[in-house]
């Protein structure tokens, strides 16, 4: 997991050309007008999810893992907690290799709030849970980058 704020996201490049794709689309960008929905920067390599929700409970929350992809979540408006899980103690409850979307149980590891300003990086294979209220302000408009690895 990285986390950290937007303005620092340069400092992440030469990781991966494909997050490298992603990261010069977010410095060059105005992502508040993206619509929502799926949008291409270069294929099933490098796309970017637009999505509202609604933050909610901890425990209404689950563990969600990914194997061939990256996600950088960014929270364009609302303010939500995410979690990060110890990868060597998760066991997998269910994953579809199509839309390469699993969830799990394992112990918690840390735990940010990501808000406006802010990013995570959430690494294939590391289990995470997005999307836990912090606050009156449950609204989320977010987008994630989807980064092939």
Do not use: W
């Not at 997050?19 to 796309?47: F, H, K, Q």
């Amino acid at each position: 997991m990285v986390y950290d704020k937007l303005a620092n996201i340069g400092r992440y490049k030469g990781m991966n050309k494909h997050l490298d794709t992603a990261i010069d689309y977010i410095l060059g960008s105005d992502l508040s007008s993206l619509p929502l929905g799926r949008t291409e920067l270069d294929g099933d390599n490098v796309y970017i999810n637009v999505m509202e929700a609604e933050a909610g409970p901890l425990e209404t929350r689950n563990y969600e893992i990914h194997k061939n992809y990256m996600d950088i979540q960014i929270d364009l408006s609302g303010t939500e907690s995410i979690r990060t899980g110890d990868m060597e103690a998760m066991s997998i409850e269910s994953f579809d290799a199509a839309s390469d979307f699993g969830t799990v149980q394992c112990p918690d590891l840390a735990s940010c709030t990501l808000g406006p300003g802010n990013f995570i990086l959430c690494m294939a294979g590391e289990p995470h849970k997005p999307g836990i209220a912090v606050s009156d302000d449950i609204h989320l408009k977010k987008c994630v980058f989807k980064v092939h690895i």
